[in-house]
């Protein structure tokens, strides 16, 4: 057995520096390939996501060193663009390594990442988005084989839905577009900042991420760069769920509160006190919690479909209902089933999930289905009466780093047994 094991009811007290945002160290360390040359990347989370990506770039032919939260990405040695099957199926979002080999090597070759624990996830906004850079992409028995060379010219490509990934992949391919390409409609995530802040820092002219129109003046030479991530605000919103659930008073640091804006409103409407100051968010929470108007998951600035689990878990063991529209994925209702095995309450019918707090949950063995529905049931046992067993923690590990470790810095009866 290789599992969690909670005690809850322990309020949790104290303050904690957030780990790096795994949504930017993922598309960031594809980056490092698009110079040749040393790039240094600090505040690297340790998480199965970042091993696996960094596998895949000592595939390539590039040098890879950790030392602590730091790593270096040597990509002199780029030799090959195409990666293997069985890393392509460890992470979905390897596909970020499309637009940053035929930025660099004019070329890749990957299999098609497959479905998710979310669902379906397509990648044809990527697609588009590159094709309409010019590059030529076959679809051949799940294999995608990607040419762009001379072909690749930088020009206006508008997305249909703002896709964090495609936003991404459509930035990195064009920094090697000759030309200028404004992406419309792209995702406004924090994330996507993080990324055009690392590009500028290689020399590439981009500007305008976190609004709607992305511009990017391509072609140039880049040159490797030195880089801090910044603070993972899901990982900060789970830590505040926490405490909100259990009770207590924590305080969170490296940390933008402004990224947590929607996350925040919903905390303060439940019941809890927040403070918040530049570079970080202190939490306050001494009764049960209340439940609060509509959560609609929203592209940023709303409310972001990795805290809805999170947030329903806490909400589970207050007091009142709460109503989730859930409208990015469709299949991101799966920790339900095991919130109800420690005595929630929640009904769901396609896209929206109705929780009524039962005013307390209880201990139970429970199983992570995916990343951030696993989270949930952390929160969920750190304010249940008794002991729970949180199993299936492979997923957990692709996005925290040290959450056991983390919770007990904050007083959390948490250890992991295996
Ligand atoms: C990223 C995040 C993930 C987060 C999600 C939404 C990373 C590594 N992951 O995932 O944690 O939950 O944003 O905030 O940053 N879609 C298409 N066609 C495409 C691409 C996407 O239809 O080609 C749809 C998806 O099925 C989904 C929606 O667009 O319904 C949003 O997906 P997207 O923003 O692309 O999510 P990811 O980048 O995969």
Request: aromatic share 4%; proline share 5%; glycine share 14%.
């Amino acid at each position: 057995m290789n599992c969690y094991q909670i005690e809850g009811g322990h309020p949790l007290e104290g303050c904690l520096a957030v780990q790096g945002a795994k949504n930017s160290v993922l598309p960031i360390l594809a980056a490092c390939l698009l110079a040749p040359g040393r790039s240094v990347i600090h505040n690297c989370p340790d998480l199965s996501d970042v091993a696996a990506t960094l596998d895949i770039l000592s595939l390539l032919g590039c040098r890879v060193d950790r030392d602590g939260d730091t790593v270096t990405v040597d990509a002199n040695g780029l030799c090959r663009g195409e990666i293997p099957d069985r890393l392509m199926r460890e992470m979905r979002s390897s596909v970020i390594f499309l637009g940053a080999l035929l930025a660099r090597l004019g070329t890749a070759e990957m299999s098609y990442p497959g479905g998710c624990e979310l669902g379906p996830r397509p990648i044809d906004l990527h697609l588009g988005a590159l094709r309409a850079l010019g590059a030529e992409i076959r679809e051949d028995q799940g294999c995608l084989c990607c040419r762009g060379g001379r072909r690749l010219r930088g020009r206006e490509l508008c997305l249909s839905m703002p896709s964090v990934g495609a936003t991404e992949n459509a930035m990195l391919a064009a920094c090697g577009c000759p030309g200028t390409t404004t992406i419309v409609g792209a995702a406004r995530e924090p994330e996507i900042v993080d990324l055009q802040n690392f590009l500028r820092a290689m020399g590439a002219d981009v500007s305008g991420a976190g609004s709607t129109a992305i511009v990017i003046r391509g072609g140039r030479p880049l040159y490797p760069a030195r880089y801090t991530i910044m603070g993972d605000r899901i990982a900060a919103a789970t830590y505040l769920c926490a405490a909100a659930a259990a009770g207590g008073e924590v305080e969170l640091t490296g940390i933008d509160p402004n990224h947590l804006s929607a996350v925040l409103a919903c905390l303060e409407e439940a019941g809890c006190e927040i403070h918040t100051r530049q570079g970080g968010v202190a939490l306050a929470c001494h009764g049960p919690l209340q439940g609060i108007s509509p959560v609609r998951t929203a592209p940023y600035p709303g409310f972001p479909t990795d805290a809805q689990a999170i947030l329903m878990a806490a909400l589970a063991g207050g007091e009142g209902a709460t109503m989730f529209v859930e409208n990015i994925f469709d299949n991101r209702y799966r920790h339900v089933d095991e919130l109800r095995r420690m005595g929630a309450s929640i009904q769901v019918a396609g896209r929206v999930a109705v929780v009524s707090g039962v005013g307390g949950l209880h201990g139970a063995c429970v199983h992570s289905t995916d990343l951030r529905g696993g989270a949930a049931l952390v929160v969920a046992a750190l304010g249940a009466e008794g002991t729970t067993q949180v199993c299936g923690l492979k997923h957990i590990h692709r996005g925290y780093d040290g959450l056991d470790r983390c919770l007990r810095q904050l007083g959390a009866h948490i250890e992991h047994i295996s």
